[in-house]
């Protein structure tokens, strides 16, 4: 029994020993800071493994390092496992934020929307000028882009901006220059409205222009138009304007209609003819064929007009219902 247990005991330290030598390295190692640790090449160096070794290459670049070099300066850290696992060299990489004009863009739209609530993303069409170089930003920093003055003229466009990208270079901050179009959606007809058409939504569609080719007439609801009618004909994919719509003619001049006087248990009606041309809510004059008398009426409908009753003995109506 003593002698299984010391050859367990021995098995098992060879065992343990056999793994603390056999430690993996790894071929490959990526990293964001300046320095490249303990930890970055031996996954398992636990407390030791914010040890610095070597520093990182620049920004964005890779280099190699021999195998037996890291081991060598992992055992002289403590870390007396290191070793080499058949490599001949390890690849380092220095992780970057790759800066440029695209890039750029869409940072200034970002603080562009911050610096103004009311903008919508999908609104701001921002264009920088002529930046054409690649920029290694450090992914470590708190802010690898910043900026620092950011000038905007939303009638014209005009953009200005300062800049600041975190990198190793002594010089990192920019001027820039370029526009940023708000772009405001407006309805044009999709299909011919003749004169007098009621417009339907269907009849509708969206188009964007520049904010500064945008006027107050121009249509931007479409609830303002749906359910009015066309005073004159529209063609399609023209800019839509508010005065272009009216309410619908609901009885026109010299067209009978009907006259509705409704009192308190009776409904009194009539013909008469229009005088004028009426939308609904309107007043229009009416007249009574059979009493030749003008009356004032209001439009309720279509060929219907509506008497107040205080008018009943003015009107002298007929009762027909």
């Known amino acids: 029994m003593k002698l299984g247990l010391a050859t367990f005991a021995i098995a098992t330290a060879l065992g343990l ?10 071929s490959e190692v990526v990293v964001e800071r300046d ?23 620049d920004l964005g670049t890779s280099g ?42 869409t940072f200034l739209r970002e603080e562009l929307i911050l610096a103004n609530p009311r903008l919508k993303p999908e609104n ?12 290694n930003a450090d992914p470590a920093a708190r802010q690898p882009i910043s900026v620092e003055r ?8 005009r953009l200005e901006a300062t800049v600041r990208i975190a990198t190793n270079e002594p010089i990192n901050t920019f001027e820039l220059r370029g526009q940023a179009v708000e772009q405001i959606e ?34 931007t609801d479409p609830a303002a138009i749906i359910g009015l009618a066309a005073r004159r004909g529209l063609r399609p994919g023209a800019p839509l304007q508010l005065a272009d719509f009216e309410p619908p003619i609901l009885v026109e001049r010299g067209e009978k209609v009907t006259i509705v006087l409704q009192t308190s248990g ?7 003819q229009a005088l004028a ?3 609904k809510g309107q007043t229009i004059d009416v007249l009574n064929p059979q009493s030749r008398r003008t009356i004032s009426a209001t439009v309720t409908g279509r060929g219907q007009v509506t008497v107040n009753a205080g008018l009943q003995r003015t009107a002298s109506l007929k009762e027909t219902n």
């Open 266 to 272: 009776m409904k009194l009606t009539a013909v008469a």
């Open 124 to 135: 701001i069409e921002l264009s920088l000028y002529g930046f054409g170089r690649i920029i």
């Open 277 to 279: 041309n009426g939308a």
């Open 150 to 157: 950011l000038d905007w003229q939303a009638e014209t466009g």
């Open 35 to 57: 320095i490249v640790t303990l930890g970055d090449f031996y996954p398992d160096a636990g407390k030791l493994a914010a040890i610095p070794l070597f520093r990182a290459p």
């Open 186 to 219: 407006i309805y044009t007809a999709s299909v011919s409205l003749e004169r007098g058409a009621v417009v339907e939504e269907e009849d509708l569609s969206a188009m964007k222009l520049p904010r500064h080719r945008v006027t107050d007439r121009m249509v």
């Open 17 to 26: 020993a056999a793994a603390a030598a056999d430690q993996p390295l790894r």
């Open 64 to 105: 190699r390092v021999p195998a037996s070099a890291v081991a060598d300066r992992a055992r002289r850290a403590g870390y007396e496992a290191a070793g080499t696992d058949g490599l001949r060299s390890v690849q380092v990489t220095r992780r970057a934020v790759v800066v440029d004009q695209a890039r750029l863009e």
